[in-house]
């Protein structure tokens, strides 16, 4: 079982929706998450991390985390064309580790 | 602002030769990663390096090495370059050891070996 895990994608939506993105990970002492965004052709840059259960808010990015069940969702409200991107999930190894570990992405594209 | 540096950012090389990869970071951060993505597969990390002249290899560290004689340069090194080599590599850098610390990124140096 890969150690994170995001949902299928790619994921198109109109602007001005809300993009709603999901991740689940295996490691239960797992302490911290974190969401990049990767355009097309650059590196990841994190926009969101999250260490506490229930939402946490950024501007149009919230990032809901549920450590009993182990996901970590993204939500993008109020869709832009320049949202169109890769969204990585990570996670740690473990509660000790430093190491993240990649989902494999989820493609969003928001149509105009 | 934090930085790290990818001096080669596009690569040739041909099957079999000895490839470098070089990243700087001026954050004096403590952690530095390689990592290689390819379509459909994500990040994989090939090693991590948490001190000078310390490193441990990652997920997939068959046919690299890496080198860290500073705490800022941490270097990759494809001994014999094949094709499934051919990759896009980010270097990576974070401080301390707590598992909530930031990874930040270089901007990736795209290796092609024909």
């Known amino acids: 079982q890969k150690e994170v895990e995001q949902n299928s994608g790619p994921l198109s939506v109109p602007e001005g929706a809300i993009a709603s993105l999901n991740c689940t990970y295996s490691d239960r002492g797992s302490q911290s998450f974190f969401w990049y965004r990767q355009y097309s052709g650059k590196s990841p840059e994190l926009i969101m991390s999250i260490y506490s259960n229930g939402d946490k808010e950024d501007g149009r990015f919230t990032a809901q985390l549920n450590k009993a069940s182990q996901y970590v969702s993204l939500l993008i409200r109020d869709s832009q064309p320049s949202d169109s991107a890769t969204y990585l999930c990570a996670a740690p190894g473990g509660s000790n580790d430093y190491k993240l570990s990649f989902g494999a992405g989820t493609t969003v594209t928001v149509r105009a | 602002d934090v930085k790290v540096t990818q001096s080669s950012r596009y690569l040739v090389k041909r099957t079999g030769e000895k490839v470098f990869l070089e990243c700087v970071q001026d954050?004096?951060?403590?952690?530095m990663f390689w990592y290689r993505q390819d379509p459909g597969l994500g990040l994989r990390l090939i090693y991590f390096s948490y001190d000078v002249k310390m490193k441990e290899k990652g997920d997939i560290p068959e046919g690299y090495s890496v080198s860290r004689e500073k705490k800022e340069r941490f270097s990759l090194i494809l001994e014999s370059a094949s094709t499934n080599q051919t990759s896009m590599y980010l270097c990576?850098?974070?401080?301390?050891?707590?598992?909530?610390?930031?990874?930040?990124f270089g901007e990736g140096s795209w290796l092609t070996v024909v």
């Open positions: 954050m004096d951060h403590e952690n």
């Open positions: 990576a850098s974070s401080s301390g050891q707590s598992s909530g610390n930031t990874i930040y």
